[in-house]
């Protein structure tokens, strides 16, 4: 038994060590305002939006700091949403709204929206925002500060999560503490190795020209994940990307139920953990890391079981007051992380079925990979 405290406080440690050194690095970023002529062009894929789009109009009209234009692309909406996209622009000539063409063979639909999105758009920067994102008023200047500052050709940010029900804060606080407690932030911005490219699909900025010589969404047409997508095809093309804090760029509420969640994180799972090869790893590093510890404890309360309880809940603590999550979510840490592995099991053990992928109520063409 000690041999196993042993191991599980070292998978406890791992993931403390690196969200201190990352939590470091993050903070220790200096803001930089954007220099000479810039315009962002802050592109919005929009699918039957209604509740989210007014809103979210509202909090990129606010922007400040740099020029913008705001492209909503309506993708088959068939409620409220491009009534209400127009009233905007009736308001205001930032606002376009822009309605997709025809879903193509081969393509996923968020992905294909944002391709079209680019084409129209006239910036010297790309903005993409989902429509549930509530950008604040100097996040478009601060990210193309960034991204001159650092030549980054993609520079992102993890919008400070919104979580109100049960189902919310068991899943969604997965999101930065696998990006804070396992990705190398330190060695993340010093190499272009596309393995350690990340990006969060929600607030996401691009340099254009970059963007078209890396291929854009057009090169990742089959792929949902956009932003680790991105994030690693502009690392293969030479271009370096980054992260920096989202806390105070932005807000989202992804999902109000645990349906939602389940059904929202599992359409990407194939192309993050749920594959043959990590996914078993993955299993080892959080099933060890964050479960087994408090599983083990009224059984075996011996000293390196407890410091695994305890650093795994210092670093779930870290990361929620970091990012500024719902504190409910730190009692339910060793919760969340086994359902976050439910969701990648599940997945991974449909291969093969015939289940379909979709966005927002559609299913994708059949030879589109999930």
């Not at 804060?169 to 393995?195: A, Q």
């Not at 490219?197 to 254009?208: K, N, T």
């Not at 599940?346 to 015939?354: F, H, K, M």
């Amino acid at each position: 038994m000690m041999v196993l405290g042993l191991v599980l406080f070292g998978l406890a440690a791992l993931p403390f060590a690196l969200a201190l050194l990352n939590l470091g690095i993050l903070r220790a970023t200096p803001p930089h305002a954007p220099q000479g002529d810039v315009l962002v062009s802050i592109l919005i894929p929009a699918r039957n939006e209604a509740k989210n789009i007014g809103p979210a109009l509202d909090a990129t009209l606010a922007s400040v700091g740099v020029p913008v234009e705001i492209l909503v692309m309506d993708d088959g909406s068939t409620d409220a949403t491009p009534e209400i996209v127009r009233h905007y622009a009736a308001r205001d000539e930032r606002v376009r709204l822009l309605t997709a063409p025809p879903l193509e063979d081969g393509w996923t639909g968020k992905v294909h929206a944002c391709h079209h999105l680019s084409e129209a758009a006239k910036g010297t920067h790309l903005l993409f925002v989902d429509a549930d994102v509530r950008v604040r008023p100097h996040a478009a200047a601060l990210l193309v500060g960034h991204a001159q500052k650092t030549d980054a050709g993609l520079v992102s940010a993890v919008p400070r999560q919104i979580m109100r029900s049960l189902g919310e804060l068991l899943t969604v606080p997965t999101i930065n503490l696998l990006l804070l407690g396992y990705l190398p932030m330190g060695f993340m911005r010093l190499s272009r190795d596309p393995g350690l490219g990340a990006a969060c699909g929600q607030l996401m900025l691009v340099e254009r020209e970059a963007y078209r010589a890396s291929g854009g969404h057009a090169a990742i047409r089959t792929r949902i994940h956009d932003g680790i997508q991105l994030a690693r095809l502009f690392r293969r093309k030479g271009f370096m990307t980054d992260l920096v804090p989202g806390d105070h760029l932005a807000s989202c509420r992804m999902y109000t139920r645990f349906d939602e969640a389940w059904n929202g994180f599992a359409k990407n799972a194939h192309e993050g953990m749920a594959t043959p090869v990590a996914l078993p790893v993955w299993t080892m590093l959080l099933l060890g890391g964050h479960v087994l510890p408090f599983a083990i404890l009224p059984f075996v309360p011996t000293f390196p079981i407890i410091a695994a309880v305890l650093l795994s809940l210092v670093t779930r603590t870290l990361v929620t007051v970091a990012t500024r999550e719902n504190p409910w979510s730190i009692p339910l840490h060793p919760f969340t992380m086994l359902i976050g592995l439910a969701i990648q099991w599940s997945v991974l053990l449909r291969i093969g079925t015939t289940r379909r992928a979709g966005w927002k109520g559609r299913l994708y063409p059949v030879g589109v990979k999930p």
